[in-house]
């Protein structure tokens, strides 16, 4: 892309009373609540469709000079899922077996988790996502990209949140190395796996570890000045 500089009138905008505002936030708020990381999936399809218009409303994310250095390999595929599992469980095995080290692995038991990934395959759809360390233009030279952990960190969140209002449930899974999904899913060196999301419908049995709900209060997250 690129523009000079062209401003336009605002598009969109708000006009709501502090009453509407504080009602419109508390609802927010009581729907976000509601949004659980779960490792049981169901093998429920969920259409493409719904897929796409959730990874369109991450792209709406702001990203530094507007470059959108991010890629979202949408895999629906049960050989590519199985592949994916298969690798990750690989590098999870190497993880727990202690190349995490102690103190992370103490932490972890509280969660419940293990080399033991089967959501990878279960879930219909997984969703990695890259990072473009930079860009490519239209005649092939390399385009500097800003600030790119914190914009695709941003756009995941809008992502997660999108397929969250929609019905369905995430895991956001971070094997350490991710290196193979660059390889699997045939990514261009310019992008770096960055986190991988799990989605679908919960299983019925379906659990949550009770850690997991606790969460900070105002005072431990947030100052005002």
């Not at 500089?5 to 708000?14: E, G, K």
């Not at 999108?162 to 290196?179: C, F, I, Q, S, V």
Request: hydrophobic residues 35%; proline residues 7%.
């Amino acid at each position: 892309m690129d523009y000079n500089y062209d401003p336009i009138p605002l598009p969109h905008r708000a006009h709501l009373s502090p009453e509407e505002s504080q009602a419109r936030a508390d609802a927010y708020y009581d729907s976000i609540q509601k949004r659980h990381t779960v490792r049981q999936f169901t093998d429920e399809p969920v259409e493409r469709t719904l897929i796409e218009r959730c990874v369109l409303a991450a792209g709406t994310a702001p990203s530094g000079a507007n470059h959108q250095p991010w890629h979202f390999a949408c895999v629906s595929s049960p050989d590519i899922k199985r592949e994916i599992r298969e690798a990750a469980e690989a590098e999870e095995r190497a993880f727990y077996g202690g190349k995490a080290g102690s103190e992370w692995l103490e932490d972890l038991k509280k969660m419940g988790t293990d080399a033991s990934k089967p959501f990878l395959e279960t879930a219909p759809w997984l969703i990695a996502i890259f990072v473009k360390r930079h860009g490519i233009d239209e005649q092939g030279n390399k385009q500097k990209n800003y600030y790119t952990s914190e914009s695709v960190g941003i756009a995941t969140g809008f992502l997660i949140n999108a397929l969250h209002e929609a019905g369905l449930a995430t895991l956001t899974h971070t094997p350490n190395p991710m290196k193979f999904l660059s390889k699997i899913l045939e990514r261009p060196a310019n992008e770096r796996p960055f986190v991988l999301l799990v989605v679908g419908h919960p299983a019925a049995d379906a659990v949550i570890p009770r850690a997991a709900t606790v969460k900070k209060r105002i005072e431990e997250i947030a100052s005002f000045c």
